[in-house]
């Protein structure tokens, strides 16, 4: 190694210093004493501070309301997702086959992106209004008590969710398919392929890696979704909108068991790391294989 | 290029260590003693408390009181005092406390003991039920501030109609739905609406149904519901309000707001609500406006009579406040009969001193005063025990899932107990 070389390595070091330590302070350190917390049973306002070892994960095994919690968030984000990406494509399409008034469409789409998580769900607090909302008004005699039945709460928040995160998927396809040449769909119209062979030959795998990079966004965030339903229905009717991080944010910052609460944290952290590592491997296969 | 390039980079750098690790410091304090008063800004439009605080000030020559704000709902307040009280940050000298953290805040050390600073029947003028629930361990950790009660509000236009009389038991209630909707063949008029969402409201509406049957949520002794075979069959009670109709569909999912828009919209014969509700459809452009009147909640045929779930504000002061003496001073004055008279007049809250029920501007203004007293001396608190919110978040989904209909109560009964049994294990 020269001289200038490690000058500059010194320099790189100076350079990047603050972000890992902002890093390391910010994230390890905190995540590392969550793990630990997790294996205690510590509940400090009442001066209770023991190690339990798996005691609280042991707990969680049996826990009806934590597998309730477990099930609720994987349904939300499979559903979730799921929708968002075929309601975005579709609104992807429709916009980059709009001739006039493209601006003023997605305008309206990034408004609902734009919107904060916690306006947007009281805004569908209203709507779902039993009475005076404009759903069931519009319903009128088939109004539906959209969060108070146990097997409509959670459609209903999905649905909530969907309106606000939608725009996300829609966008980013939105620029892929702007960056699609022209030429390539001429040639397969020379070739005379159809608009649905178009759609599913074409686009839909040009579209492939950006699709797979939005789902990857949303179902990291899908798995740990807290706002729209603490907002909407606080994890009820009979805790079917309880998600993971409902119950760890009752755990830990209501009840203030601090160390069942990390445990559920923990698990979350380990979901949310498992998904993201598949995603990221599908990811990387994608480039090998492109 | 490089060079110079490389020369402008060092400011950056720097800014962003002086950024991670600057603004940490902080100024000593100086200059004349300052007291902090935590509040929810509650009182509605014509807020008393501004002046309230300016009076004490003169009162105190060299001392400056700050009244800062909470967050607006009551999770993030307790959050709030939570996060501050454990990480040992004197921020504050007096504070807003529910009702349901005093025990909670006692235990852990953060209230400071009143018990001594107090004058020989100092709380007498208080609602014994607001007084309960500010002692713990018998000893007296705030002062009362304002008082909530559960009531049964009915449409006193629709029961003199068909010649009824407020229901005293809940078989009563759904006897006189029956008439009055038989009569009126109105599709929009509900019978009963009360809170079933999932939140502490349910809680308080769960209590007073278990209250009504002779059930409890927590006997003195610790047992987590001693009465097993009431609680459910309030509980079952409650559900089939529902299935019958006599409740509309929506009240799982309803809070206070939610139901009391309904009845003040005409939408319904009877609620169960807080005081502050009258204010509002006695208010102009109420479309109940005179047609509403309160009694208290009804018991059960043949279970004990009705008594609505006490509530409300008491003030504490830190025992960290730098200045006890002081701010026990400000509590003190904010909680004087002349100040709870101004913050009645003020906002649609109801003091927590019973003298001023019968105070003749009040009354004035308020004429349905006298009668809340009544009903409010007959309140009952909520369990008063430093466990209440682990108490209520664990039943909360339990209570919600047999309403609903998605779990039979006993076994909703027999599930909160089990999980109850786990956590307390830990604190007891």
């Known amino acids: ?290 | 290029m490089t060079a110079r390039l490389r020369r402008s980079a060092w400011p950056l750098v720097l800014t962003v260590w002086l950024l991670a690790f600057g603004g940490c410091a902080a100024g000593p304090e100086r200059g004349p003693v300052t007291l902090v008063f935590k509040y929810a800004r509650i009182l509605g439009n014509a807020d008393p408390l501004p002046e309230l605080l300016r009076a004490f000030e003169a009162a105190h020559p060299g001392v400056r009181v700050k009244g800062e704000a909470l967050p607006w709902a009551s999770d993030d307040q307790h959050q709030f005092y939570v996060i501050n009280l454990e990480g040992r940050s004197p921020g504050f000298d007096v504070m807003m406390l529910d009702c349901i953290w005093v025990p909670e805040f006692a235990r852990a050390g953060w209230l400071l003991d009143l018990t001594s600073h107090l004058q020989p029947d100092e709380l007498a003028p208080y609602f014994p039920s607001a007084v309960a629930s500010a002692t713990y361990g018998g000893r007296v950790w705030a002062l009362p501030w304002n008082f909530n009660v559960g009531l049964l509000y009915y449409r006193a236009d629709l029961l003199a109609k068909y010649g009824l009389r407020p229901p005293e038991t809940y078989e009563e209630l759904v006897e006189q739905v029956r008439r009055v909707r038989a009569g009126e063949r109105d599709p929009a008029l509900d019978g009963y609406v009360w809170q079933g969402k999932q939140y502490e409201g349910l809680v308080v509406n769960v209590l007073e149904a278990f209250w009504a049957n002779g059930a409890r949520l927590l006997a003195e002794d610790g047992t987590v519901f001693p009465e097993p075979a009431r609680a459910a069959d309030a509980l079952r009670f409650l559900r089939g309000l529902i299935e019958t109709g006599v409740s509309p569909a929506w009240t799982t999912a309803a809070d206070e707001e939610l139901s009391r828009r309904a009845f003040g919209d005409g939408h319904a014969i009877f609620l169960r609500n807080w005081p502050y509700a009258m204010d509002l459809f006695e208010g102009k452009g109420s479309a109940v406006r005179g047609k509403v009147a309160f009694a208290p909640l009804p018991g059960r045929a043949r279970g004990e009579p009705g008594a609505g779930s006490t509530g409300g504000a008491h003030l504490g002061v830190s025992s960290r406040s730098r200045h006890p003496d002081l701010a026990m001073a400000l509590a003190r004055h904010l909680t004087s009969e002349s100040a709870q008279r101004a913050i009645a007049l003020g906002a649609a809250l109801s003091p927590a001193r019973q003298a001023l029920y019968r105070d003749a501007e009040l009354v004035r203004s308020h004429p349905a005063m006298p009668r809340l007293q009544a009903l409010a001396l007959a309140g009952r608190p909520r369990p008063v025990t430093p466990y209440y919110l682990l108490l209520s978040a664990t039943v909360q989904p339990e209570f919600s899932a047999a309403l609903v209909g998605v779990k039979p109560p006993e076994r909703a009964i027999a599930d909160a107990g089990t999980r109850l049994a786990y956590f307390l294990r830990a604190v007891r």
């Open chain 1, 1 to 290: 190694m020269t001289g200038r070389e490690a000058a500059a390595r010194r320099r790189a070091l100076v350079c990047v210093g603050p972000t890992v330590l902002a890093l390391g302070a910010l994230t390890v350190y905190p995540g590392v004493w969550v793990l630990w917390l997790s294996f205690q049973r510590r509940i400090p306002i009442f001066d209770v501070s023991r190690f339990a070892g798996f005691e609280n994960y042991a707990f969680l095994a049996v826990d009806s309301r934590f597998w309730s919690a477990a099930r609720t968030t994987a349904v939300f984000t499979l559903g979730s997702v799921a929708l968002e990406v075929v309601l975005g494509v579709a609104a992807a399409l429709a916009i980059h086959a709009q001739q006039r008034g493209r601006k003023v469409s997605l305008s309206l789409l990034l408004l609902a992106w734009a919107m904060p998580a916690v306006v947007g769900a009281k805004l569908f607090e209203w709507l779902y209004h039993p009475a005076a909302g404009l759903i069931n008004v519009a319903l009128g005699r088939h109004a539906i008590n959209w969060l108070g039945d146990p097997s409509v709460a959670l459609p209903a928040v999905i649905l909530a969710d969907v309106w606000r995160t939608m725009p996300f998927v829609a966008i980013l396809c939105y620029a892929r398919l702007l960056a699609i040449p022209a030429d390539v769909y001429e040639a397969a119209q020379v070739d005379g392929a159809g608009r649905i062979a178009t759609l599913t030959r074409i686009t839909l795998p040009l579209l492939g890696r950006i699709l797979l990079l939005a789902v990857l966004f949303r179902t990291l965030d899908a798995l740990r979704a807290f706002d729209i339903m603490f907002v909407l229905t606080g994890g009820g009717p009979a805790g079917t909108t309880e998600t993971l991080t409902v119950y760890a944010y009752r755990a830990l910052f209501q009840t203030l068991q601090l160390g069942f609460g990390s445990a559920v944290s923990v698990v979350v952290f380990a979901l949310v790391m498992a998904v993201a590592w598949a995603y990221l491997r599908l990811l990387r296969a994608g480039t090998v294989a492109a």
